[in-house]
């Protein structure tokens, strides 16, 4: 796949790795990411897990692809360490919802889906993956053998499960959740939301596979749920500042 690499030094510095149909914004030392899916015949594109503070280089990309008409705006799910822009690119586009999972409990315009949904971007197809765990209402995002992990799978690592809701509930969740995305080819690409690892592992690569993940990724390869608890429960780092008034920020829209 080609691939092109563009850094900015702003002050909020980003770097922006283009693929033939995916455009990953990698929000400086945040190591949040963002992304734009885009079918370059349809012009279409897709804009997933946009951020606060960052609306302007997403405006900048879409500059960039020719200012295609603006299908989706998604979320993986509600997020726990930076605000949502979702909201901000919904009214500015027009769009008629943030596509989320129907789990969620965001109470702004959204459009809600469910395991095994297909979403049309162009002549792409995005296809819905419910995989709670990290958060409830957590959906992973399949397009062709890339698919975009959220803060389910991490390069090296998983999502934590500390934030909010039952934690042993939370880690079956993510357990059985694991237990899918190993099913996927193993080739498939990883894109997480999150890039440089949470809990362990230093990476400074940008995305995995799946193949990878299973050979090198310690969370991933656990099988037993209990070692697995464990896992989830000791050792993370210090929850993100604010991290219950940011949800309920992204909650509210
Ligand atoms: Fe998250």
């Given amino acids: 796949m080609e691939e092109e690499v563009c850094v900015s030094y702003t002050i909020l510095y980003f770097v922006m790795i283009r693929m033939s149909n995916i455009s990953q914004l990698i929000l400086g030392e945040t190591g949040c990411v963002s992304y734009i899916i885009h079918c370059n015949e349809k012009r279409e594109i897709a804009i997933v897990d946009s951020f606060e503070e960052f609306e302007e280089d997403i405006l900048e990309e879409i500059k960039r692809l020719g200012y295609p008409s603006v299908k989706y705006v998604l979320d993986t799910h509600t997020h726990a360490d930076r605000r949502s822009a979702s909201s901000y690119f919904v009214n ?3 769009v008629d919802g943030i596509v ?11 459009v809600k889906t469910k395991d095994g949904d297909v979403l049309k971007i162009g002549n792409l197809e995005l296809k819905v993956m419910y995989t709670p765990g990290h958060t409830y209402d957590h959906n992973c995002y399949l397009l062709g053998d890339n698919l975009l992990s959220g803060d389910c799978l991490f390069i090296g690592d998983v999502g934590r499960i500390d934030l909010g809701g039952d934690p042993r509930e939370k880690t079956e969740l993510l357990y059985n959740s694991l237990r899918r995305l190993e099913q996927l080819p193993p080739n498939t690409k990883i894109y997480p939301n999150h ?3 949470a809990h362990a592992i230093d990476s400074e690569d940008t995305f995995s596979t799946i ?3 299973m050979k090198t990724n310690t969370a991933f390869q656990i099988k037993n749920i209990q ?13 993100p500042d604010n991290w219950e008034k940011i949800i309920e ?5």
């Fill in 100 to 110: 989320k999972s129907e789990m969620t409990k965001y109470k702004g315009s959204k």
């Fill in 249 to 253: 920020d992204n909650l509210n829209g």
């Fill in 92 to 94: 500015e586009f027009g």
């Fill in 195 to 197: 890039v440089g690892a």
């Fill in 227 to 239: 070692e697995f608890y464990t896992y989830m429960t000791e050792g993370w780092p210090p929850k």
């Fill in 211 to 213: 193949s990878n993940e």
